[in-house]
Every structure is written in C-alpha cells, then in structure tokens.
C-alpha cells in the first residue's frame, strides 16, 4: 500500500493563478479530508467527504473547491491563490469516524 | 472560542522526567485523537479515545479521557530524547495548537 500520496511537494504560485492539489489513497477509505497547516495555529479543516459524491466544509472553505469522484481521489482546488493561502496543505484519510486518519505527505505551497 | 485548548505550548523536559499534557475540548463530540508531527514532517496517528474513561498505553506515552470534563491527557513516563516532536490533540476535526516537545539530555 501506498497510503495517502500527495502531489506535488511543493509549488509556487502567482497570485491569481488556480491550480490542483492532488490527493490519492489505496486504502480504500470512506473518509478523506484537506487540511491547512500554519504557523502557530495547528491544523484547520478546509473540506471533507465521508465517502464518494459527497463533500462538506470545514472551518476555512473560502477560497477552495474539492470533489470526490472516486473513494480514491480527493483532489483540492485552488480558484484564484492569495499570498494568504501560502501555507502546508494535508491530506487524510480514515476508514471510519473512529479510526485515526492517515495523513499525507504534505504540499508546501507559496503564493507570491 | 477555542475548540481544543493544548497546553502547556512548549515543554522542555530532561531525560527520565515524567510530564502530562492537557487537552480541553468543548465541542459536542467524544471523539479525541493524538497525534505526532516531527519537524518538517507528517503527522503519525498515536491514540483514538472513544469513550469517558478510555485509557490507552503504547510505550512511553498514555492517553486518557474524561469526557465530562470534557478534557483528555498524554502522560510522558520516563522520557527520552526519541519522543521530542509536537504532538497534537483533535476533538472532532479540530486540532489544538499543538505542544512542542523537547526532550533535554
């Protein structure tokens, strides 16, 4: 098993430019979330879905789209970056509500 | 409001020392994770509680929770250098701030 793959490691954007965080699993996970890590404030949820076609927001949705068209895939969409959206940018996965999540790499994202 | 409240932040402990870490949550949930994070890296599932009174051992670090008080601790017995990381506690999705551990020869 792979786990949790994130692409890419990192990137570095223009303000105004979108762009595609990838997020695939092999477990065979129902839950998948997209969390944003910053300096300081620990993690902050932006989207999550509890199985395929179905997606909620988190607590800082602003300014990203998520869809899970597949159980695998989980991509995170960035519509237009802000040099606010410069951040650590996680990805997790967990059979259930009562299992720990595995998470992601990580994607180190700049927005200049 | 905070939803989960870690503390202490930073914590600076000699070898051998034993410590506890805090976690006050005030969501709805009884749920509660901890997690490592070492620096630059991902983060490594460590505990799930899922019910008042949970306790759960692995190693050198025990995790408990007191749901109606709503708060959960990771006690540190003995420590040694391997366990310096920043460990994170979540109640539902939200995680605290974290507590940097450092681990002092």
């Known amino acids: 098993n792979a786990g949790v793959t994130q692409t890419p490691k990192f990137q570095v954007l223009k303000t105004g430019q979108s762009m595609t965080l990838q997020c695939a699993q092999d477990?065979?996970?129902?839950?998948m979330s997209w969390y944003r890590q910053d300096p300081g404030m620990g993690l902050r949820l932006i989207h999550y879905s509890v199985g395929a076609g179905i997606t909620d927001q988190g607590e800082v949705p602003n300014g990203y789209n998520v869809s899970r068209s597949t159980t695998e895939d989980f991509p995170l969409r960035l519509l237009s970056a802000a040099p606010s959206q410069t951040s650590v940018y996680f990805c997790?996965?967990?059979?259930?509500?009562?299992?720990?999540?595995?998470f992601g790499s990580g994607t180190r994202l700049t927005v200049v | 409001e905070l939803k989960v409240e870690q503390n202490p932040l930073f914590l600076s402990m000699q070898e051998g020392k034993n410590y506890t870490i805090y976690c006050n949550y005030s969501t709805t949930s009884d749920r509660l994770y901890w997690y490592r994070q070492d620096p630059g890296k991902s983060l490594e599932s460590l505990f799930v509680l899922l019910s008042n009174g949970a306790v759960k051992q692995e190693g050198r670090l025990m995790a408990s929770l007191d749901t109606k008080a709503r708060l959960s601790t990771l006690h540190i017995t003995a420590a040694v250098h391997d366990l310096s990381a920043t460990y994170f506690c979540v109640n539902q999705f939200y995680f605290g701030t974290g507590t940097s551990l450092t681990v002092i020869p």
């Open positions: 477990m065979n996970h129902e839950y």
């Open positions: 997790a996965s967990s059979y259930s509500a009562d299992r720990g999540y595995t």
